[in-house]
């Protein structure tokens, strides 16, 4: 048993890449960040040329498409709110990755979160101030979103079992459960599709002043959005300026170091997981309150496995995973027009997404190797390597 | 519970035959890539592109077939395919020591992506051809008519596809491989401890490679039967998961090729009992349906005896 159990202590500790080799030993800042987080993204969005032209289709012509499809008339203003709910993802899926936690279970604690308060919502309309009612929604969905996370944080905790199964697991059972709920308990009655009843458009998300404006057919941004960039400050500030956030990221680094140092590591677990679980709970907030208003049975966006890519290009930093965001986000909105228009289909996007994880792999492997002098010298033979410079 | 089994037909022969048959129907693609996740975390590599690889397959019979107009070819092209897919997960977390949670999800996207692309770009909205040659069944004809235990067996156990009867006999041939012959102690020793494996002299990248790559033909190969096998087409995303319920189902037999197998059938059985029940009560279908991750959560927690991985699994190995 010592073997599994150093086994899966193991598992939690080859996250974030940055951490893993130590910053930028021997690389300025600069040509860190050129070649950690952008160049993954320009060689992916170069290799989609390389296919899109070998297949036939323009990609200047399909770049550009995914450009007017996602920002020209109102669209930019879908792509804008589809930053919040990805955004607040992403805060969340940081958070529990600093502290070396694969919380892989965003899209059932996303999914059960959209399918309460989707059921509650319409319950709550004229009973108490709309404000209230969306106070109470956006609370309700991060406890949902906390409460998923629960089983795997205490697994992990007390039996130091490995996340990546548990929250997987966690997971579909969350995306089934929201199925029962969805065509059973809050299965809207006037309707035999299975949804919830939709809520009152008076009952959404007020949007951002100014955003509306009906000559130009702008429906206006809600103010999730205003709550998920609040929320990446938030996290920004806990994880690089309080000692909360100092303690994460030691336990990300070295559970044997965190447990040297004296930090209570379990408590530590159970905090970023539920956290995590909390901000995944507001996106699904966002989404529903703001852009959607109920839930269909089949609805499963998948927006969590997404963002992953995103997070470590930003080096979970959650202030710098922003203008990822918001590239993802246009790509998912225009991207359907661009693939409509080139014959394509919109999964095409996914494609890119997933060549942007294996150049951010290759990339990762070659600075590691510029780093340590063009050796293959891993560990202590290359720290004297690097030593001796 | 027992009345809602009653009511639905399960305990009727007729019941009880459609729910077997649909048990083993569940369970063989499962069983596939299960047994290819043992290949792969014996070796000590964490497979989660399963998913991916046996989608790949499933396209790539489909089309294999529909081109070469033989089912073996089709067979051993989308084969071909999912070892493709699995090099490119052996190259980034053994060669390029990725994180193998980073470099399977990357597979997963890759996957759906391109064969959604091809089967729109190939055969647009018709979908995927009705005239192709399937994988074909086999008719034990010894079974028919026994006297005595009516048409159970028949029914059940007559015609099967031969990708089934393939299936159990890679469980068995998986168990000797792994456990009894030399090359089975090779993969299960870089998987638990490869620095003891390289120090005998074991070659423990070209070991790892030839795992990966052996489970993403397996994989592959339960796609071919999902598409080529049991429906005969390709539709948009059909694994839908089966590969993380493999994934589960090798958890919950504990890293063994029986457990394996067991769990493969019962999550299939209680797939089709959610089948079954659907038009009875909704949420008890659900519940079975959620049962696989139910019982894998249960399992993992140490409920059921405990499950212990091999110990190098998720780990990147480098050599000195």
Redesign the interface.
């Known amino acids: 048993m010592t073997d599994a159990t150093s086994a899966t202590a193991e598992l939690r500790e080859p996250l974030p890449p940055s951490e893993a080799t130590g910053g930028h030993a021997g690389m300025g800042p600069v040509a860190d960040v050129l070649l950690r987080s952008i160049l993954p993204l320009v060689l992916a969005l170069g290799t989609g040329a390389i296919i899109l032209a070998a297949i036939g289709v323009d990609p200047i012509q399909y770049y550009k498409d995914i450009w007017s499809g996602g920002v020209e008339f109102a669209a930019w203003q879908d792509t804008a709110m589809r930053v919040a709910p990805l955004l607040l993802i992403a805060v969340g899926l940081i958070v529990a990755f600093k502290a070396g936690i694969w919380n892989l279970g965003m899209d059932g604690q996303f999914l059960l979160a959209a399918a309460v308060i989707a059921g509650i919502g319409p319950r709550l309309e004229h009973h108490l101030p709309n404000a209230i009612n969306l106070i109470v929604l956006f609370l309700i969905a991060g406890a949902v979103g906390a409460v998923w996370t629960i089983p795997p944080a205490l697994l992990k905790a007390r039996y130091e079992l490995n996340e990546i199964i548990t929250t997987l697991m966690m997971s579909f059972i969350g995306i089934n459960l929201a199925g029962i709920l969805v065509k059973g308990t809050f299965q809207d009655p006037t309707t035999t599709t299975p949804q919830t009843r939709a809520l009152d458009f008076s009952a959404l998300l007020p949007s951002i002043p100014g955003t509306e404006s009906a000559s130009r057919r702008w429906p206006g941004i809600h103010i999730g959005l205003l709550v998920a960039l609040a929320a990446a400050v938030v996290v920004w500030f806990l994880i690089s300026r309080t000692s909360f956030g100092l303690r994460l990221g030691v336990l990300g680094a070295s559970v044997r170091s965190a447990r040297h140092m004296g930090l209570d590591v379990s408590r530590l677990i159970v905090v970023s997981f539920l956290l995590s679980g909390l901000f995944v709970g507001f996106a699904a907030a966002t989404e529903i309150l703001g852009v959607k208003g109920y839930v269909r049975a089949d609805w499963n966006p998948a927006f969590g496995l997404w963002v992953v890519p995103l997070v470590f290009l930003a080096r979970l930093n959650a202030l710098a995973v922003i203008p990822y965001v918001v590239l993802l986000s246009l790509a998912s909105i225009g991207g359907d027009f661009a693939a409509q228009n080139a014959g394509l289909t919109s999964k095409f996007t996914l494609l890119l997404v997933g060549l942007t994880l294996l150049f951010m792999a290759l990339t990762e492997w070659i600075v590691r190797r510029v780093e340590l002098g063009g050796s293959y010298l891993p560990g202590a033979a290359a720290r004297r390597a690097r030593g001796r410079e | 519970m027992s009345q809602l089994l009653i009511a639905s037909g399960a305990f009727s022969e007729a019941g009880l035959t459609a729910l077997v048959s649909g048990a083993i129907l569940v369970g063989v693609p499962l069983l596939f890539a299960g047994l290819g996740e043992l290949v792969s975390e014996r070796g000590g590599v964490?497979n989660?592109g399963l998913e991916g690889m046996m989608l790949t397959g499933a396209f790539f019979a489909v089309w294999g077939s529909d081109v070469t107009g033989s089912w073996q070819l089709g067979l051993a092209i989308a084969i071909v395919a999912g070892g493709l897919m699995a090099l490119?997960h052996a190259f980034?977390s053994i060669t390029?020591?990725?994180?193998?949670?980073?470099?399977g999800?990357?597979?997963?996207?890759?996957a759906?992506?391109?064969t959604?692309?091809l089967?729109?770009?190939i055969y647009g909205d018709e979908g995927t051809p009705t005239d192709i040659q399937t994988i074909p069944n086999v008719h034990l004809g010894f079974l028919d008519g026994i006297p005595g235990i009516g048409s159970f067996f028949e029914d059940v156990f007559g015609r099967l596809n031969l990708m089934i009867w393939v299936a159990i006999a890679l469980v068995v041939v998986t168990w000797i491989v792994v456990f009894k012959t030399p090359v089975g102690l090779r993969i299960r020793s870089v998987g638990?401890h490869p620095r003891a494996a390289d120090t005998v002299g074991i070659n423990v990248y070209a070991i790892r490679y030839g795992s990966v790559t052996l489970s993403g033909m397996l994989a592959a190969a339960g796609g071919a039967y999902l598409s080529l096998g049991f429906v005969g087409s390709f539709e948009?995303n059909m694994t839908a998961?089966r590969g993380?319920i493999a994934?589960?189902a090798l958890?919950f037999g504990n890293w063994r090729p029986f457990g394996a197998a067991a769990a493969c059938l019962l999550f299939g059985f209680s797939s089709a009992l959610a089948k079954a029940l659907q038009e009875f009560s909704?949420?008890v279908s659900?519940?079975f349906?959620?049962l696989p991750?139910?019982l894998?959560?249960v399992a993992?927690?140490?409920v059921i005896g405990?499950s212990?991985?091999?110990?190098?699994?998720?780990?990147?190995y480098?050599k000195?």
Do not use: C, H, M, W
């Not at chain 2, 999800?105 to 890759?110: D, E, L, R, S």
């Open positions: 964490l989660i490119l980034f390029l020591r990725a994180d193998q949670i980073v470099g999800t990357a597979i997963n996207f890759i759906l992506g391109l959604t692309y089967l729109i770009k638990e948009d998961g993380f994934l589960a958890i909704l949420s659900v519940l349906e959620a991750y139910v894998t959560l993992v927690a140490g405990r212990i991985p091999p110990a190098s699994v998720g780990r990147p480098v000195q």
